[in-house]
């Protein structure tokens, strides 16, 4: 197999060599064997439904289903025919996925050990000054290293945005009474600034240091950034100290994850709007107090009342049908 005899003549039996390859492109070699080196002939033209696999070298190959190759669950093959299987998208979902809370502990994929401090009652020589939302905030407990580490399924795969924040330490010698959602101050001693948390989300490392922030959350360092096509979320803290006073330690709030829309096909969200022109407008205003977001325009986050949108700068604004992003508005001053 794979060869075919040259020279055999009269009392010569001749030499078996190996049949060579076609050099054109989607061709192969037919009929090479005993006597004969046979001839580069064309892969076979699959009819629709169908592609071309294994064709190439000496074999022919054949015309495979495209529907015999099977895609992930809610997934649908597009692009296949001629030499290509064609490759698997997300199938179109008629309802655009809402927000997504993330609560870090639910979703560890090991033992957090005794140094994350997640709010429950089993940390070993905890201090709360105040009370740590049980399941959505991590800390570093009293220790001088811990480690987390796990996976969120987001509902549907796609891009999504990943945010939350840092919270840092403030010292004050005269603290006042802490609410439940921010970060307190307080007075036992000063954080350390060369404390460290690096965070890795889906392979993306981000390193912080227990520094208050400058820009919009005073004592919060926010963290925002998009992911493109996943299905989960994967994420590890790594919280490293000097000292062992947990109440100086920084902490990662709960975070959100917001569907951004992916590369599926949108044919069948443009089936639905139909055929027309229709006109937009109206005002983007904040979720939190109802303010119109423009540039130099002060907002609350729920935490802080005296955020200023920076100057220039627009809210981004999108249109989805279902979970398709069907394009951008051009927002000015908020409108």
């Given at each position: 197999?794979?060869?075919?005899?040259?020279?055999?003549?009269?009392?010569?039996?001749?030499?078996?060599?190996?049949?060579?390859?076609?050099?054109?492109a989607?061709?192969?070699?037919?009929?090479?064997?005993?006597?004969?080196?046979?001839?580069?002939?064309?892969?076979?033209?699959?009819?629709?439904?169908?592609?071309?696999?294994?064709?190439?070298?000496?074999?022919?190959?054949?015309?495979?289903?495209?529907?015999?190759?099977?895609?992930?669950?809610?997934?649908?093959?597009?692009?296949?025919?001629?030499?290509?299987?064609?490759?698997?998208?997300?199938?179109?979902?008629?309802?655009?996925p809402?927000?997504?809370?993330?609560?870090?502990?639910?979703?560890?994929?090991?033992?957090?050990?005794?140094?994350?401090?997640?709010?429950?009652?089993?940390?070993?020589?905890?201090?709360?000054?105040?009370?740590?939302?049980?399941?959505a905030?991590?800390?570093l407990?009293a220790?001088?290293?811990?480690?987390?580490?796990?996976?969120?399924?987001?509902?549907?795969?796609?891009?999504?945005?990943?945010?939350?924040?840092?919270?840092?330490?403030?010292?004050?010698?005269l603290?006042?009474?802490?609410?439940?959602?921010?970060?307190?101050?307080?007075?036992?001693?000063?954080?350390?600034a060369?404390?460290?948390?690096?965070?890795?989300i889906?392979?993306?490392?981000?390193?912080?240091?227990?520094?208050?922030?400058?820009?919009p959350?005073?004592?919060?360092?926010?963290?925002?950034?998009?992911?493109e096509?996943?299905?989960?979320?994967?994420?590890?803290?790594?919280?490293?100290?000097?000292?062992?006073?947990?109440h100086?330690?920084?902490?990662?709030?709960?975070?959100?994850?917001?569907?951004?829309?992916?590369?599926?096909?949108?044919?069948?969200?443009?089936?639905?709007?139909?055929?027309g022109?229709?006109?937009?407008?109206?005002?983007?205003?904040?979720?939190?107090?109802?303010?119109?977001?423009?540039?130099?325009?002060?907002?609350?986050?729920?935490?802080?009342?005296?955020?200023?949108?920076?100057?220039?700068?627009?809210?981004?604004?999108?249109?989805?049908?279902?979970?398709?992003?069907?394009?951008?508005?051009e927002?000015?001053?908020?409108?």
């Amino acid at each position: 197999s794979g060869k075919y005899r040259v020279g055999c003549n009269g009392a010569n039996p001749g030499v078996c060599i190996a049949c060579s390859t076609c050099e054109e492109a989607d061709t192969y070699r037919d009929g090479c064997a005993k006597l004969s080196k046979g001839t580069c002939t064309p892969c076979p033209n699959c009819t629709e439904g169908h592609f071309s696999s294994g064709c190439g070298g000496l074999h022919r190959g054949a015309c495979v289903a495209c529907s015999s190759v099977a895609c992930p669950p809610a997934h649908e093959r597009h692009g296949c025919g001629g030499k290509s299987e064609g490759y698997c998208i997300r199938s179109w979902v008629p309802q655009t996925p809402p927000p997504a809370p993330i609560m870090w502990s639910k979703w560890l994929t090991h033992d957090r050990g005794e140094c994350i401090d997640d709010g429950g009652e089993d940390v070993p020589n905890v201090v709360r000054n105040f009370r740590v939302p049980t399941g959505a905030y991590l800390r570093l407990a009293a220790c001088t290293h811990g480690y987390a580490e796990g996976s969120f399924p987001v509902p549907i795969s796609g891009n999504w945005l990943v945010h939350f924040f840092v919270g840092v330490p403030r010292y004050t010698s005269l603290p006042s009474r802490p609410t439940a959602g921010s970060y307190p101050e307080e007075n036992e001693g000063y954080p350390l600034a060369d404390d460290v948390l690096e965070i890795v989300i889906n392979n993306r490392t981000t390193v912080m240091h227990n520094l208050a922030s400058g820009g919009p959350g005073g004592e919060r360092q926010v963290y925002w950034e998009v992911f493109e096509d996943i299905t989960h979320v994967d994420f590890s803290f790594n919280f490293s100290s000097k000292d062992t006073v947990d109440h100086l330690h920084m902490l990662v709030s709960g975070a959100e994850a917001v569907y951004m829309g992916d590369d599926a096909s949108k044919a069948k969200a443009l089936s639905l709007l139909g055929v027309g022109e229709a006109e937009v407008s109206g005002k983007v205003e904040n979720a939190v107090d109802g303010r119109t977001l423009k540039p130099g325009r002060k907002i609350g986050n729920g935490y802080d009342k005296g955020i200023v949108i920076p100057e220039g700068q627009e809210a981004t604004v999108s249109l989805f049908v279902g979970s398709s992003r069907m394009n951008g508005l051009e927002v000015s001053k908020g409108e």
